[in-house]
């Protein structure tokens, strides 16, 4: 099983490096308090915080 992780808004996303070295999440589920209309199943977002950027 793949392991998840949550973004602030409580959405879940699973993460991988995209082709610029940022790390990139895929919403595999979305939280019914999440106020983004663009956190759907499926999605890709770029992940937050310092500890996710370019290395």
Same mark, same amino acid.
């Given at each position: 099983?793949?392991?998840?992780?949550? %973004?602030?808004? *409580?959405?879940?996303?699973?993460?991988?490096?995209?082709? %610029?070295?940022?790390?990139?999440?895929?919403?595999?589920?979305?939280?019914?308090?999440?106020?983004?209309?663009?956190?759907?199943? *499926?999605?890709?977002?770029?992940?937050? *915080?310092?500890?996710?950027?370019?290395?």
């Amino acid at each position: 099983m793949t392991e998840t992780k949550a %973004l602030p808004c *409580g959405c879940r996303v699973t993460t991988a490096r995209d082709f %610029l070295g940022r790390v990139v999440g895929t919403i595999v589920q979305r939280d019914e308090s999440c106020s983004r209309s663009d956190h759907q199943p *499926g999605q890709v977002v770029v992940m937050p *915080g310092r500890e996710n950027a370019r290395q």
